[in-house]
């Protein structure tokens, strides 16, 4: 209780305080921050493009070995990248700067499927974490098995379930994440628990499902990592006199184990979420746009019905923030002006999406950069 | 909680949130129960049957096109197309782009 209520008066602190920091990085981070990127997507079938920043343009492209991706995770330097494929039978190891696929991973045999739902990756690069799930086949029925936590090492291919704490349950899509020094797995539900990595014993937890106070709903946040250890998202909670869900911005540091919120307002129809590289700009989306100005803590532009139907659920800030890409879903990636929300112009991607793009840094293109595994 | 009466507002607050926390009996208009579509993909027979996720047809891509692949590739919307996990992972190789390249995409037959 005690760890709940510093919780709450760290977040009200963060809240009401206008000169609480939101967000500072290391000087290397914001130096990448600022330089254009590359965007890392895959169009379908096969195909994944490297998208430049600067010239708005398709700079390169490399060929999965069996077809669509399902999930993408990178190690932290974003030289590796680490995709979900084979019908969610295999994970391919893609160099990102050779534009190849260098190994690969597959668990199924004849009589009996294994499926990955999920996955994340020590930052080595060696070993990878697999949310698993396993499909007998008899001569008559299909025996469907629990779902299973796995660790595979990529030196000795060897794969071992992984003893999970009675609170954590492998469900279906995967929720972990390693922390960038690899001794923590974070497993994100109703609230985020900290587990060793060694003993996979809970070490600490984050609690978002309570009330902030009392009468108010639980904070749920849908967070996407921004930086190492810190993850940003939307969230939502009912104001307990107004009778309202209300909704703002949460900033989660796993790392100092700190949680940050300010409200907004009452609801909106926004889901995602967006930080401009130099953390002054956010952007909420995709029904309806809000632009927060994240130093004074308040929405100062917004645009109702911005996406109509089933919305995209892409949006990245460009390095200089003036652009705001928007894709995700269909064949197009969407140019908006971050001043006035204006669309400057539609860009064909090449192919549906079944990769979202993933801003990298130009460096994980220069294959002289750091290399693990 | 049976022996204690809420005395002002904030106590009532807690109240109503403990009674939302067990899901107590609330009228159909003030949170509708959501829809009921059937799961799976091929449950029912007809093409080009799908509803969004409040159980019409507002949240839809539109073109419906657009749509295709993630009723495709994942499987899990009770959309009519076919499967790809199991029995048609060639279905729509040919086919970069469903809403300008729909002629490329193969026939099947259950």
């Known amino acids: 209780m005690n760890a709940l209520v510093a919780l709450a008066v760290a977040t009200l602190c963060g809240a009401l305080s206008p000169s609480a920091s939101f967000g500072q990085a290391s000087p290397k981070l914001e130096e990448r921050r600022r330089e254009p990127g590359i965007f890392f997507m895959g169009v379908w079938p096969d195909r994944i493009l490297y998208f430049d920043e600067k010239t708005d343009s398709v700079v390169g492209e490399l060929r999965l070995r069996h077809g669509v991706a399902n999930r993408t995770v990178f190690t932290p330097d974003y030289r590796w990248g680490f995709l979900i494929t084979d019908r969610m039978e295999s994970v391919e190891v893609v160099d990102v700067a050779k534009r190849q696929v260098v190994d690969e991973l597959k668990l199924s045999t004849e009589a009996r499927k294994v499926r990955f739902f999920g996955l994340a990756i020590e930052p080595s690069g060696r070993r990878i974490y697999l949310n698993a799930r396993a499909v007998r086949l008899e001569i008559d029925r299909f025996i469907d098995e629990k779902p299973e936590f796995l660790i595979y090492d990529r030196d000795t291919k060897a794969t071992k379930p992984v003893p999970l704490p009675k609170e954590i349950k492998p469900e279906f899509w995967g929720s972990a994440q390693v922390s960038p020094d690899g001794k923590s797995l974070w497993f994100f539900g109703r609230d985020v628990y900290v587990v060793s990595s060694e003993t996979y014993q809970i070490q600490d937890k984050i609690v978002l499902s309570k009330p902030l106070l009392a009468g108010y709903g639980p904070l749920q946040v849908g967070p996407r990592q921004v930086e190492p250890g810190v993850f940003y998202g939307i969230y939502r909670t009912t104001d307990p006199y107004l009778k309202k869900p209300m909704y703002g911005v949460a900033r989660l540091d796993l790392v100092k184990k700190e949680v940050e919120t300010f409200e907004l307002g009452p609801n909106a129809r926004v889901g995602q979420f967006a930080l401009s590289p130099d953390r002054k700009r956010g952007y909420g989306g995709l029904n309806d746009l809000v632009v927060v100005d994240m130093e004074q803590k308040k929405v100062i532009l917004r645009k109702e019905r911005f996406e109509q139907g089933r919305t995209n659920n892409s949006m990245i800030v460009s390095a200089d923030g003036k652009k705001l890409y928007v894709s995700g879903v269909g064949d197009s990636i969407y140019v908006y002006d971050t001043a006035t929300l204006a669309r400057l112009k539609t860009i064909f991607a090449g192919g549906d999406f079944m990769v979202s793009p993933i801003r990298i840094p130009r460096s994980a293109l220069d294959p002289s950069s750091v290399s693990n595994p | ?110």
């Open chain 2, 1 to 110: 909680m049976r022996h204690l009466k809420a005395r002002n507002k904030k106590a009532e607050a807690v109240f109503d949130w403990l009674e939302d926390e067990d899901g107590d009996v609330a009228a159909l208009q003030q949170s509708p129960p959501p829809p009921h579509y059937p799961a799976g993909c091929t449950t029912v027979f007809s093409p080009g049957w799908e509803v969004d996720s409040a159980g019409g047809t507002a949240g839809l891509c539109q073109p419906v096109e657009r749509d295709l692949y993630d009723c495709y590739k994942t499987c899990y919307w009770p959309a009519q197309v076919p499967d790809y996990l199991n029995n048609h992972p060639d279905w729509a190789k040919k086919c970069a782009s469903a809403t300008q390249d729909w002629r490329k995409i193969d026939l099947v037959f259950p």
